[in-house]
């Protein structure tokens, strides 16, 4: 979120990585709760990082990975709605734990890495076009 510390940024990725770990293991396979409002808890960062702490870093977000985030979330949703229902098949329970974890991919990956160090050698997607 703006952040240029890499040991706070370190933190904040295994703390995040932990949360995930904690909340799913809270949950049984056939509830979401927790699972749902870590998420949530991830797009309102998000949202909170993208227009209230600092609005020139805007661009510095991966708008294409928050669309698609939300699309996860959205389809999570839906699936959840429909696991719902008691005769329900249980694949709806597999798809809706897939879309989630797709979410909160995409939302991760939106967030700019200011700390990033570019000495790799290894090409990546964007130098394949240079």
């Known amino acids: 979120m703006g952040n240029?510390?890499?040991n706070l940024n370190t933190i904040l990725r295994y703390l995040s990585f932990a949360l995930a770990w904690i909340?799913?293991?809270?949950d049984q396979w056939d509830s979401a709760l927790w699972e749902v409002f870590l998420v949530v808890m991830y797009a309102l960062a998000a949202i909170y990082g993208m227009f209230?702490?600092?609005?020139?870093l805007m661009?510095?977000?991966d708008v294409d990975s928050i669309k698609k985030g939300g699309l996860c979330f959205c389809a999570a949703?839906?699936?959840?709605g429909l696991k719902l229902n008691p005769r329900a098949s249980p694949i709806f329970a597999g798809f809706m734990h897939l879309f989630a974890g797709g979410a909160?991919?995409?939302f991760w990956k939106a967030v700019p890495v200011m700390d990033k160090?570019?000495?790799s050698l290894l090409p990546t997607a964007a130098s394949a076009f240079r």
């Open 117 to 119: 160090k570019n000495d």
């Open 59 to 61: 661009k510095l977000w």
């Open 23 to 26: 909340f799913k293991l809270r």
């Open 52 to 56: 209230i702490l600092n609005p020139r």
């Open 104 to 106: 909160s991919f995409f």
């Open 77 to 80: 949703i839906i699936l959840f």
């Open 4 to 6: 240029r510390s890499e």
